[in-house]
């Protein structure tokens, strides 16, 4: 279901880059970035060159462990974000998030949009001597589709990034040797796609199109990319410590990696840390350069000018099951719960970890218009419908009671047992009880795993959910709410939003951008009057970044941290 | 004796078969899947279902699996480390949970052993009331408590150990984490050496002892220790195996790469195969504990054998 | 006709005081019984009362118990109303303000230096007063420890007792019939047995509900073993004896045996365990809390307490002081009750 949403979104953004980019798709790529660019937080852009990087490696804390480092099985940001360190793609990240040449020396993309020929480095080589070749590329990305591999990031080949065949192969009508990519020679690979795809080169960082080395993997069989002896490094860092689930891992510079002299760092050591109490201590003490900081230290630390928020992208809302529960069905309690919400409350008095307040069904600073501006940058355009109002609230609650024939209504509501969610949960029991008399919510906290099977199952009243960007659209949100679509929690059905969203992707004017932009308005302010989530806030981290450290680069998606420019003086 | 050992393993072996039985049903009881991401889709969770045998029954599934545990094979991770193989994973970091938690316990039972004779020598003494509060403390507060305030003096404030595990110095990081968690065993050992020691202290044997003129060291620890130490290792074996519950949580705090926090992980990520893998481990770690135990007390004391044997 | 009205006068029975007549005497039958039991009692009470430290164990759980129930009133806070105005409060107590104690200044380490603040002068509040302080949601902490302490308390104890009903009976009918059935529940409780304590229970409160009863449950599961195993125990010690014989001979049936003649005489360990089961299901209730899997939030038990104060511990330790020094109490004065009760109980371990 998901599959077919983002096909869907696909065709909206490769009509968009026709009409935007012309043939130069590079320009198109960045025309498509600069929503998410207003987002990319940067420690300190200004990447000073002073000196060769000083003798000491970088300390980075990890709240997880390492889930694979396996580019076309891993699937969590902290693998993602350690396997960039060791390997390029052919496509990096640069400061502000976008695309820029990493493997790939250039780019010719046919007029058409269809074929994408990637001239790789000649200097580009993995640590082993052997260069990187285009056969790297074909073999990576024909495992990335295979059936047998099962990679859960698939999809990025099929529905997102429209490879010719990769459906096909991953459902097994066709081999994998059919997959639209071809290597012409040892430095040229050559991709044929469905369609355009605007962004496609923006798909090149993330770590499922990384290369691997076959006869590498076939020498290290069952235990590839499970050892620094079965890694094989093409980029910044090379591996040197680690093993599964690793509760520390250690890098070291790669002095043979083409942009060698880019790098300042000598080393980076990540340590996993799961107690934040720990955490802070031994950034205190020295031990780590940077750390996540929990909530409740914000106090201690908010002073300190290496106390900083950065954007994670996540719209963090409250989803009202609409199918099943009748009390849920009336607007009038709808609008009530979301208006007796004081949002400010939870981000400044609770989270206090820079988290902002959200009133759009879009989150704010990741989808930039025709215009570049933000397309949720106004969070008062559905003030009438979402704001913290208790006397409004309590208004449409009366009304709501009166139309059901009821006095009290108990709801309850699920979410995640983990930080961030059972405090937030707390407080919006605590103001909807409050505010609205006669409502009682009762907390269930469970697994996440749990908790979304409860939720795509209609197993539940209200809960407390997150939502991701997978790409800079607002089509990444909004199209969650079609009809039937597996992450559309409420289980709402509206046939005018429907045909929004469907214009906006396939229709007429999907092919005019800002026709488009002012529809997709139209398609959330539907949502919104209807009350069909409560969003609460966008998710900030807060982090201590060593005053020394400079050049760490943040990103909401794909890379969360990237190292290669950082310095530590 | 030697049948007997060959029964009790016998009968172990069977527990444990119905022990992993026990957590198929529960694994399949357990809700969610290591697959339910929200950005996966029903076809792509099939194939990995597939890929896995989770589709099968549960049954042609158990026997699977207990056929490829026998050949050392405990299956691969779904989700905590995707497609390692569980023994490659727990090579690594069984070791060092077992010597971070044999550690705790010689020193829990060694100091506990010591706090408990000085208290029972020195009975009724500022020694015994000293020897008390300690071990009261040790009882009454969580191992997680200690590894707190331990790791923030010792480790944070005076600088002495290091806070947090690390692979270059297993001995230093392990000094905080072992102590924490003996703290249990140390105050329940002192506590029960303590009152056994009185008892025997006060004992006719004893007293004849004393009265054919031995001396005090020998009367001590030929006499009165062996005989005071049967119901110690009773109480020591649950302890042992409440160390590993411990461990859990003082392996999250200190970021050992243990088998604990590894477990811990694996339920909340419904990592199947590790949580399995690990409760087998921990199941059989127990009952092999209990079956030393068994022997030990036939060794020290002669006539258990005897009635175990005619059992 | 006289002769023979004689003769049946004769026959006809004519009570003297010299006869024999049942005595009625059941009521001091009983008085007997219960003057022997009481002398037992008496003597174990005595005993117990001898021993200083179970009686300052006692009181102490007493007390807490007392403001368990009655301190969360003690004030017009709630445990789950929140003010967010007022959070992190420190400590302050009317009059003793006056000492410098307890008059709501907190030293916060911050990582640019040390300083000192009394939120209740900078928000304008002369009269609030938070004894404990309050927490990150501006919530009372002296009323959260103490129904913190209430729930822990219900879930150790109700707990304990199902365990022991349960752990009782199993050990008993188990101990009695020996044989095969013996064998059978031997094994049964074998396997329930080897399965790690804290896997067994992480698991049922991911397949149940999460709750107070699902904890409840879990705990249990666990403990009843230890139970069983020592009414087992006492019933091999107690099956031969003649008491059991006589009242088989009597045509007493099995239940009755175990439950009316064995159980009364096995009481003491029974209740010696079951105080010793308590702190037990206290510290795992608290481990529980620790991996996320205890009482759901806002209510709070002793565990969930010290488990949230964990992450500010630094920041503003009053909050984690009160549950654990709660906690602490309860702890060792649940231990020093049972092993005074175990040594009143057992006379051959007294005078120590």
């Not at chain 1, 405090?423 to 009880?433: G, I, P, R, T, Y």
């Not at chain 3, 006869?19 to 009481?38: H, P, Y």
């Not at chain 3, 105080?275 to 809390?289: D, G, K, Q, R, V």
Request: net charge negative; charged share 20%; with cysteine.
């Amino acid at each position: 279901m998901k599959k077919k949403l983002l096909s869907i979104v696909l065709v909206s953004a490769m009509t968009l880059s026709l009409v935007a980019c012309g043939s130069s798709a590079v320009s198109g790529v960045s025309q498509d970035q600069q929503g998410s660019d207003a987002q990319q937080t940067t420690a300190d852009t200004a990447a000073e060159t002073t000196g060769e990087g000083s003798g000491s490696d970088l300390n980075v804390m990890l709240e997880t462990p390492v889930e694979s480092l396996d580019p076309q099985q891993a699937t969590d940001g902290t693998s993602f974000e350690v396997i960039a360190d060791y390997t390029d793609g052919l496509m990096q990240m640069d400061a502000d998030g976008q695309a820029v040449n990493a493997l790939a020396e250039s780019v010719d993309v046919a007029d058409d949009g269809l074929t994408y020929t990637f001239h790789i480095r000649k200097d580009a080589n993995w640590s082993n001597g052997e260069p990187v070749t285009a056969a790297d590329f074909v073999f990576a990305w024909q495992r990335a589709v295979d059936p047998e591999v099962a990679s859960e990031y698939s999809f990025m080949f099929s529905d997102i990034g429209q490879i010719v065949n990769a459906q096909d192969i991953i459902d097994g009508k066709k081999d994998k040797a059919e997959l639209g990519v071809t290597a012409v020679d040892d430095k040229t690979l050559e991709v044929k796609l469905n369609c355009p795809v605007s962004y496609f080169l923006s798909l090149m960082y993330f770590p499922t199109f990384y290369p691997v080395n076959e006869a590498f993997f076939e020498k290290c069989s069952d235990n590839f990319a499970t050892s620094p002896e079965t890694t094989l490094s093409n980029g910044a860092f090379i591996l040197d410590e680690y093993q599964p689930a690793a509760t520390a891992i250690h890098l070291t510079k790669n002095d043979t990696y083409y942009d060698a002299d880019t790098v300042k760092l000598p080393g980076l050591s990540y340590q996993v840390i799961q107690d934040s109490q720990q955490a802070l201590m031994s950034y205190q003490n020295g031990d780590l350069d940077t750390t996540l900081v929990n909530g409740e230290q914000v106090d201690q630390v908010k002073d300190d000018p290496a106390f900083t928020a950065i954007g994670a992208g996540y719209l963090w809302y409250i989803s009202p099951n609409m199918r099943d529960v009748k009390e849920l069905q009336n607007l009038n309690i709808r609008l009530a719960l979301t208006m007796a919400l004081n949002r400010e409350a939870i981000t400044t008095d609770v989270l206090k970890d820079g988290s902002a307040p959200t009133y759009t069904g879009v989150p704010m600073d990741f989808a930039a218009g025709p215009d570049g501006s933000d397309f949720s940058a106004d969070q008062k355009k559905f003030e009438d419908v979402c704001r913290y109002d208790a006397d409004k609230a309590v208004e449409y609650w009366n009304k709501g009671l009166e139309e059901l024939g009821a006095t009290s209504i108990t709801l309850t509501m699920i979410h995640d047992a983990d930080d961030a969610p059972i405090k937030v949960a707390q407080v919006v029991k605590e103001q909807l009880e409050t505010t609205l008399p006669g409502l009682t919510v009762e907390l269930q906290q469970m697994p996440k795993k749990e908790r979304v099977e409860r939720m795509q199952e209609a197993d539940f009243e209200l809960g407390l959910t997150r939502w991701g960007p997978d790409y800079a659209d607002p089509m990444t949100y909004l199209g969650m709410w079609i009809t039937n679509n597996p992450n559309n929690y409420g289980f709402w059905s509206n046939a005018e939003y429907d045909k929004i969203i469907s214009d906006c992707t396939t229709g007429e004017i999907a092919m005019d951008p800002e026709a488009r932009w002012a529809a997709l308005y139209d398609a959330e302010k539907i949502a919104m009057d209807d009350a069909v989530i409560f969003p609460l806030y966008t998710q900030c981290n807060a982090e201590l970044i060593s005053t020394n450290v400079s050049g760490i680069e943040f990103h909401p998606v794909a890379l969360n941290r990237v190292y290669k420019r950082a310095v530590k003086n | 004796m030697r049948k007997y050992i060959l029964k009790r393993v016998v009968t172990a072996l069977f527990t444990l078969l119905a022990i992993t039985l026990i957590l198929f049903i529960l694994m399949q009881l357990m809700p969610g899947s290591p697959f339910n991401d929200e950005k996966l889709n029903e076809a792509q969770r099939a194939s990995l279902y597939a890929k896995y045998g989770l589709d099968q029954p549960i049954i042609i599934q158990f026997f699977k699996y207990v056929g490829n545990m026998f050949r050392g094979d405990l299956g691969v991770s779904y989700k905590i480390s995707k497609n390692t193989p569980i023994t490659q994973l727990i090579a690594t970091r069984l070791p060092i949970s077992i010597g971070v938690g044999f550690a705790a316990v010689l020193i829990g039972a060694v100091v506990g052993l010591l706090l408990g004779l000085l208290a029972a020598f020195k009975h009724d003494t500022v020694w015994d009331t000293l020897a008390t509060i300690i071990s009261v403390i040790g009882v009454s507060v969580p191992s997680y408590v200690f590894a707190l305030a331990l790791s923030y003096q010792f480790g944070f404030k005076l600088k002495w150990f290091p806070m947090l595990f690390s692979a270059k110095d297993v001995l230093g990081s392990s000094v905080l984490p072992s102590i924490s968690l003996s703290m249990f065993t140390m105050a329940s050992i002192a506590r029960f050496t303590r009152s056994e020691m009185i008892e025997v202290l006060g004992s006719d044997y004893m007293l004849l002892a004393e009265s054919k003129g031995l001396s005090g060291k020998k009367l001590v620890f030929s006499h009165a220790l062996r005989n005071a130490l049967i119901p110690i290792i009773t109480v020591l074996a649950p302890l042992v195996v409440d160390l590993m519950t411990g461990s859990l949580v003082v392996e999250k705090i200190f970021s050992i790469p243990g088998v604990g926090s590894l477990l811990v992980n694996a339920i909340q990520s419904n990592d199947y195969n590790v949580v399995i893998a690990l409760s087998f481990i921990y199941s059989a770690m127990y009952i092999g504990i209990m079956l030393v135990v068994d022997i030990m007390y036939g060794i020290i004391d002669p006539r258990i054998r005897v009635a175990k044997e005619g059992d | 006709m006289s002769n023979e009205s004689a003769v049946l006068n004769q026959n006809e029975y004519i009570p003297t005081d010299a006869d024999f007549v049942l005595k009625k005497n059941n009521a001091d039958i009983e008085v007997d019984s219960n003057f022997a039991s009481q002398s037992f009692w008496k003597e174990v009470i005595a005993r117990f009362i001898r021993k200083r430290s179970a009686v300052f164990g006692l009181v102490f759980v007493l007390i807490i118990t007392f403001f368990a129930f009655v301190g969360p009133g003690m004030n017009a806070y709630t445990y789950s109303g929140q003010n967010l105005e007022q959070k992190n409060l420190a400590p302050r107590i009317p009059i003793i303000e006056y000492t410098g104690l307890f008059d709501g200044h907190e030293n916060i380490n911050t990582t640019s230096g040390t300083k000192t603040v009394n939120y209740y002068f900078e928000k304008k509040l002369p009269d609030t007063f938070y004894w404990f302080g309050s927490d990150n949601f501006g919530r009372d902490i002296w009323t959260r420890t103490w129904s913190g302490a209430q729930v822990s308390l219900i879930i150790a104890v109700a707990a304990a007792i199902i365990d022991m009903i349960i752990g009782m009976s199993y050990g008993l009918i188990s101990g009695y019939f020996g044989g095969k059935v013996d064998m059978v529940m031997q094994r049964i409780l074998e396997i329930a047995n080897g399965i790690p304590r804290l896997v067994i229970v992480t698991l049922l409160l991911l397949v149940f509900k999460p709750g107070m009863i699902t904890i409840i449950i879990a705990l249990m599961l666990t403990e009843w073993v230890g139970m069983s195993r020592i009414a087992r125990a006492e019933m091999l010690k107690l099956k031969e004896q003649e008491f059991v014989l006589a009242s088989r001979t009597l045509g007493a049936g099995s239940m009755h045996i175990i439950f009316s003649e064995i159980l009364p005489n096995i009481i003491g360990p029974i209740i010696t365990q079951v105080m010793f089961s308590i702190p037990t299901a206290i510290f795992t209730e608290a481990f529980l809390s620790f991996v996320g899997l205890g009482i759901p939030v806002p209510r709070c038990s002793l565990g969930s307490l010290i488990s949230e104060g964990f992450n500010s511990f630094t920041t503003h330790p009053y909050q984690i002081i009160p549950p654990i020094i709660v906690m602490a109490l309860l702890m060792l004065s649940f231990n020093l009750v049972a092993d005074g009760l175990r040594e009143a109980l057992d006379p051959k371990l007294k005078e120590m």
